[in-house]
């Protein structure tokens, strides 16, 4: 078949609309017309892409000479072709329904993007930080018309995209886990959590385990107990939490009356609450064969040494209160309804039986509802767990689409992503329909959807720099340009320092299951003692690992053991290896980072202490410190000019304009190599352009 026979045929499997001068109709020398994007020019022939995400190479004078004209006055766009076929269809299908709604709004979609413009968009948005230099002069210098794809791919498969998910996924479960030295640990949690975003596992099958998981955190394998463990004896709490979260849908006033404004009644909220009433998440005195464990403990310590048992309390109390943290299921259900319940349905005092809600008439019928009934008090948060992650369930895969949709284009199809009042009111409706197709299509596949996601013309698109209204729906004419997060400019200031900042990890993984594991009703003094002796080991061997590290705090010089760094008392490792959340004052916490106490309770808002912390402070000192990969890229260039031109290539992973190289030259010469490169790293961080992703 003739190429542009080729072509023919790919339009009439397809229904991109045209929206602006690049996507149009293309017509040839016998008139027929065939709908496509043009690429590029190489010679004579001219590359158009098919909304079915196929390249096609025609030769130009088969067109008309109106469009050769067009043609040779475009711009030569980036070639992305994505390396899966597949990928390519679906990605296609997404741009199709995003350009007809465009078309219905009269709007035109944003340029492609540039490779400078991409190349730091994928990092920041797959990765979670800058690119460092070679990575930025790898990727411009590779001429394949598959690099997009293949670096989307590589991003998906890395470390960094690992450690940028679990960010949002910290921000969304709200992980706490405070280096204070004390024991109730969530590090098991968030160890497991990233394992499950490492391997890759169908997100039906995480959230499913975190909602049925039993047992203590610290004994192997049961980290995800810590999601009911985080809201440990507020049940209420907790589901209203997890309907925000799983199910995009916001329940949480019904805990106490009628929801005003969506359809949930009081009695719906405690007959969803049914299914964990029991659930116990945190072992008293009386539930307990032995009662408080403590007094017994602690006679035995005695009677062995005194002085050392008064010494241990703390660590004695401190070991029994961890411990009484499990996750487990009775045979009795002793959830009812409230006391001062006002409405004909039920009285206060009332046992409440499980119930699930629905959305829609058509809800009951569907697979989630029916594989999901038990009448056994024990497995009845297992039958909860089963239809929330349930394919059928209308709005299980619909949030984490959207969810991550947002993520990549700085807005969700549907505004807030934690209450999805009603899907036929987002901004597409049908876009948001098909993407909860997708996922559902994908089994849940994570980094399947990312991949489709970012091969999208539209998320390649320059970024829409206009402000958004407040609540005014956006089309995705590009993605909206934004400022970083917290944990995105720390890591990118980690990448502009050390390099792959992925190489620096916390080690003290396991740490906490190691030690504090005990059974509160068997656990005798001389077990507890052996424990404490453990737990004071690991202790002091952290400490020892670290006092080499941070021995010169507050100087200016940059200490490396071990795969630790730090500088000016700051540990030097990626935001998802600190303490989680970060402790007040740090830059993560200035800039933004949740204090975990909401969901997605991070913030993207300018304030003074962040100015201040980028213009002076161990932040910049480090930043502008000569042993930082920065200057270790600079000082390898032989001319000033390579010198600047690396400066700007790390930190915004593009070349100075020639103004910008001029300026720079003189304030060099003017300052010296080392002060005037100082100087213009300062400037380059402390400016816009830097800050935000574009």
Known sequence: MKPFLC????????????????????????????????????????????????????????????????????????????????????????????????VKKGLKPNPPSSDEQFVRRAYLDIAGRVPNYDEVTGFLGDTSPTKRAKLIDQLLDSPGRTSHLYNYFADM??????????????????????????????????????????????????????YLLRDSGMLLDNLANTFSIFLGTDVACAQCHDHPFSDWTQMQFYQLAAFFGSTVTNMNDAQLKNGDPKERIMAELTAMNEEQAKKVEGIVDGII?????????TAENRLRLPMDYKYKDGKGGDPVKPKFITWSRSDRGADAYRENKTKKQEKQREAFAGWLTHPTNPRFGVTIANRLWRLAFGQGVAEPVRNVDDPKNASNPELLEHLGEEMVRLKFDLREFQRIVFNTQAWQREATTEALPMGAPYYFQGPLVRRMTAEQAWDSFMTLVLGDPDKYRNTDKGLMQRVIDID????????????????????????EMMGGTLAAAGSTDMMMAEKVVSFGGMRLMRASELEQPAPDGHFLREFGQSNRELIDGGSKQGSQPQVLMLMNGPTQEMLTNKDSLIFRTMLKQDLPKKQIEAMYLSILARKPT???????????????EVEGAQNLVWALLNGMEFMFVQ
């Open 321 to 329: 209160d961890a411990n009484r943290l499990e996750v487990r299921d």
């Open 658 to 672: 020639p103004e910008e190289k001029t300026k720079a030259l003189t304030e060099m010469q003017a300052s010296g």
């Open 520 to 543: 509160l009703d068997k656990t005798d003094g001389k077990v507890m003692a052996q424990k404490i002796e453990a737990y004071q080991k690991g202790q002091k061997a952290k400490e």
């Open 7 to 102: 072509l023919l045929f790919a339009l009439l499997t397809s229904s991109l609309l045209a929206v602006d001068l690049t996507t149009r109709l293309w017509t040839d020398l016998k008139g027929r017309k065939v709908q496509a994007t043009f690429y590029r020019i190489d010679g004579e022939f001219v590359t158009l892409q098919t909304a079915d995400g196929q390249m096609h190479r025609v030769p130009l004078q088969n067109l008309i000479e109106d469009d050769q004209k067009l043609a040779r006055s475009l711009p030569k766009i980036p070639v992305s072709v994505p390396t899966n076929l597949t990928v390519a269809k679906a990605a296609a299908k997404m741009d199709e329904i995003i350009n007809k709604m465009l």
């Open 173 to 226: 479960f709200r992980v706490q886990d405070p280096d204070n030295g004390g024991f109730m640990s969530s590090k098991p949690y968030v160890h497991w959590i990233k394992d499950q975003i490492s391997k890759n596992r169908p997100y039906n099958e995480m959230v499913r385990e975190m909602l049925s998981a039993t047992g203590k955190p610290a004994q192997e394998g049961n980290g995800a107990t810590g």
